[in-house]
């Protein structure tokens, strides 16, 4: 062996522990990458499920029948939805009011955080019923 081809198996040899090891650290980025993407997307599935509850809730609790007279309407329950959804971090995408039995039906949107992601998957959106049920006559 001349000293020269010892040179290009050691130049071949570390060539090759090179390449392992940009092979191993792509590959940690991009499993941290999948993790990252699952974690954003589990938080904006549950963030868009909350807002979309609490914005039902808030939207019954200011309708006209069961607000104090006067309180604005349908469409202050309509602005109360959207402004907790938006303190919620979502957008009120669609709502539908029925009077009686009251019957509120919303959708919301909330944009994931993981720019990449958002171009992916877009906004997610969730939807929540919130009524009010009659009590009968005579019932405590």
Request: glycine share 8%; no cysteine.
């Amino acid at each position: 062996m001349t000293p020269r081809s010892g040179r290009r198996a050691a130049a071949d040899s570390g060539s090759t522990a090179l390449t392992a090891v940009l092979e191993i650290a792509a590959l940690l980025v991009v499993s941290v990458a999948g993790v990252v993407a699952v974690a954003d997307l589990a938080v904006t599935s549950a963030q868009a499920r909350a807002a979309a509850d609490a914005s039902a809730l808030a939207a019954v609790a200011t309708s006209p029948l069961l607000a104090a007279p006067g309180g604005g309407g349908e469409a202050a329950a309509v602005a109360a939805a959207r402004s907790t959804a938006s303190r919620n971090g979502a957008t009120l995408a669609a709502t539908d009011l029925q009077r009686w039995p009251l019957r509120i039906h919303l959708e919301v949107t909330v944009t994931p955080r993981t720019p990449w992601l958002r171009r992916i998957v877009g906004p997610m959106t969730a939807g929540a019923t919130a009524a009010v049920r009659p009590r009968a006559a005579g019932s405590h």
